[in-house]
């Protein structure tokens, strides 16, 4: 056990208590950004004139060696520290002695913990940024392959009209710009900096906090200290954004299982993203696809906890909020494995166009344009809608499509059709019909492919 602490103890800590109380087995992971601020905070203590200039570069120094050894695996962070605050601090006072008791001057874990979990989430999101741009950029690029690929577009997963598959891939798009959108918020509303907030209630040291702000990247320091050390808004942000971004991985991966089912056989999910059977050897499985919807549980799982958790706490720091970094780092690690895996899925994803479109006319997707031609015809909409509905019953006895109904029937149940109903109904009619903003009509979606491009450019 090697504590900050003990001066006013009379016992040793019972092992159980310290090891309940213990953080290092996770929070060893944000050590770089425990060391960035520690540096920050010397250099503003050095400004102030609260430590000398030998004393700032000394520490500076030592700070930067236990990064370099621990990044080079020379040094390792053991359990033998309560946390990672305690680790740095104590590695540092065995290098370079005396200037290293000074580090910890006019700062509390408090204001620490919370400064160096911002960091880490600031980072993250970087991250999560950059892999949602990665999934948009391959949603963009299947968009632009197939403003001519006909399939059925769905309700109540019963073929409803035809789509594209650019269009049903847009419909994603839009739901990832938007989980890409609420993220770059979130990074926006990370702009403050708690360190110099103390245990609670500020120091009496001359703090420069805009100083230290500045340095790490923020926009300038926290408003309120007690606030400062007890917030943890941005961490329910950021998981209520994942919670959402996964609920559409995970939609999005229960269509892909689907038009890979034997019986759809819409796609094909490439071998090197697919699993077998240990016993049944014809099978070819969705795994990845599976797992990121069941890993989405965890993602909502961690929201729920850290807003449990987070409930009952009176101000100011109370230890319970030490629970939000297993939670928080187990949902960004998640987020992060399913959208790489899901981006190489989709982008190794054979479409089978030709079946698609198939589907699509099979399943009687033209029959609202063949009630509409009626209409057009002169006819009104609900009788067409009935004599379109005699048409489709006619066809599944004979398992056929409207298409390849000949037109004495269409005739005999009325006489308005003409030989043009065949082109009338054609898929490439039915789609490219539908100009309105955000239909599949190939216009709209050569716009709308635009307009991905170029927020993607940005
Ligand atoms: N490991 C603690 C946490 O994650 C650091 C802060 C400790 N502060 C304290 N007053 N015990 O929240």
Redesign the pocket.
Same mark, same amino acid.
């Given at each position: 056990m090697a504590q900050l602490w003990g001066g006013r103890f009379t016992k040793e800590t019972d092992q159980l208590v310290y090891n309940f109380n213990a +953080?290092i087995s996770f929070?060893r992971r944000f050590y770089a950004q425990d060391i960035r601020g520690s540096i920050a905070h010397v250099m503003m203590l050095a400004r102030q004139g609260i430590l000398t200039e030998e004393e700032k570069e000394k520490i500076i120094e030592g700070l930067e060696g236990i990064l370099r050894d621990v990044e080079s695996g020379k040094l390792e962070i053991t359990e033998q520290y309560?946390?990672?605050?305690s680790f740095v601090e104590a590695t540092l006072i065995d290098r370079i002695g005396e200037p290293g008791k000074k580090l910890h001057t006019g700062r +509390?874990?408090?204001d =620490?913990?919370a400064l160096d #979990?911002k960091l880490y989430t600031r980072d993250e999101v970087h991250q999560l940024d950059q892999l949602v741009r990665e999934l948009l950029q391959t949603i963009l690029t299947i968009m632009e392959e197939n403003v001519d690929t006909y399939m059925p577009g769905f309700t109540h997963l019963q073929k409803a009209q035809p789509v594209t598959l650019a269009h049903h891939m847009g419909a994603y798009f839009e739901m990832f710009r938007r989980d890409h959108e609420r993220l770059l918020l979130i990074y926006g509303r990370m702009a403050t900096c708690p360190l110099g907030s103390g245990?609670l209630a500020g120091t009496t040291y001359p703090l420069d906090r805009e100083y230290t702000a500045s340095l790490l990247g923020f926009e300038g320091p926290t408003r309120n200290s007690m606030d400062g050390v007890s917030d943890r808004d941005y961490l329910l942000e950021l998981l209520s954004a994942l919670s959402i971004m996964m609920m559409h991985l995970s939609r999005f991966s229960e269509e892909i299982i689907i038009w890979n089912s034997n019986e759809y056989q819409f796609v094909e999910i490439d071998d090197a993203y697919s699993t077998g059977s240990s016993i049944m050897p014809q099978k070819k499985n969705p795994d990845i696809a599976e797992l990121v919807r069941g890993k989405t549980g965890r993602v909502y799982g961690a929201l729920q906890a850290l807003l449990v958790a987070m409930k009952g706490i009176p101000l100011a720091?109370n *230890?319970d #909020? =030490?629970e939000? *970094?297993e939670w928080a780092f187990d949902a960004i690690d998640t987020a992060k494995g399913c959208l790489a895996l899901f981006t190489g899925m989709l982008a190794t994803m054979r479409f089978k166009k030709e079946r698609m479109e198939e589907s699509a006319k099979h399943g009687f997707t033209n029959a609202t344009d063949a009630a509409d031609y009626l209409v057009n015809h002169g006819v009104p909409f609900r009788d067409a809608h009935g004599i379109v509905g005699q048409l489709v019953l006619l066809c599944i006895e004979k398992e056929i499509a409207l298409d390849n109904l000949p037109l004495e029937e269409y005739q005999k149940i009325s006489p308005a059709f003409g030989e043009d109903i065949y082109d009338a109904i054609s898929m490439e009619t039915c789609v490219n019909k539908r100009v309105t903003a955000g239909a599949p009509g190939r216009t709209a979606m050569e716009e709308e492919i635009a307009e991905c491009k170029k927020y993607l450019a940005q």
């Open positions: +953080s929070d309560e946390d990672i605050h +509390s874990r408090n =620490q913990v #979990m245990a720091y *230890k #909020m =030490q939000d *970094k």
